[in-house]
């Protein structure tokens, strides 16, 4: 079966430093993989999706990026994190093709 | 483009009673739709779906029934608990809007014993 793992569970980073959260799934290959933020009491802001090794589609022009190095693997990173940063992270994969996506556990990140 | 409009939470409801939680949808395609869980601290879960017109969903008491000629897709639940109480996620997914999933903006459930 299929499994979706992220992690840290909780970050707390302060204003200007740099962030790396991942994301890996096992269990299936080719995956489209995605990565979500969602403020407290608000919904889903899709902020960048994959198709493939190296292809990244983002969202929302923003001081994040994210890397697909490997298949199954996605990142998300920052060079300088902002107050406004802090938020939860929310990683998900979907089969090719079909319109279900799996989410990870979440990232809850908190910029001071 | 594609969007998916829910009913505003929060909605509070005694154990026991009805559900309902509403959804519409526009697209321009043929969408297969979908109602996502999110219980505190978690992330989110595929509740149930339904990809063509007249499909129902369902799963562990709700129900949801893909109405094409209204573009509805309401949950219900003939009785809830209060484990139920969680944030409620509409969404739709088409294949001619690419690989993305469009949700809804959440309807928060309390549930009281």
């Known amino acids: 079966s299929q499994t979706i793992h992220q992690w840290p569970a909780t970050l707390v980073q302060p204003v200007g430093s740099p962030l790396s959260l991942e994301c890996t799934v096992e269990?299936?290959?080719?995956?489209?993989l995605y990565w979500y933020r969602q403020a407290a009491g608000r919904g889903l802001q899709l902020l960048f999706y994959?198709?493939?090794?190296?292809?990244i589609s983002s969202e929302v022009p923003q001081n994040l990026s994210a890397s697909r190095p490997q298949d199954r693997q996605f990142i998300l990173s920052s060079k300088k994190l902002l107050l406004s940063d802090s938020s939860f992270y929310l990683c998900a994969w979907s089969p090719r093709a079909a319109g279900v996506q799996y989410f990870g556990p979440g990232t809850r990140l908190t910029v001071t | 483009g594609d969007s998916v409009t829910q009913m505003e939470g929060p909605v509070t409801l005694s154990e026991e009673a009805f559900l309902t939680i509403n959804c519409t949808y526009t697209a321009t395609g043929y969408p297969s739709l979908f109602w996502y869980v999110q219980y505190p601290g978690e992330g989110l879960q595929l509740l149930l779906k339904a990809t063509k017109a007249d499909d129902k969903g369902s799963n562990k008491g709700f129900e949801a029934t893909y109405r094409k000629e209204t573009t509805s897709f309401h949950l219900e639940k003939g009785s809830v608990q209060v484990s139920d109480s969680a944030v409620y996620f509409c969404a739709l997914s088409d294949r001619t809007g690419g690989f993305k999933t469009i949700f809804g903006a959440g309807t928060r459930l309390f549930v009281k014993a």
């Open positions: 269990g299936t290959s080719n995956p489209n």
């Open positions: 994959s198709v493939g090794i190296g292809q």
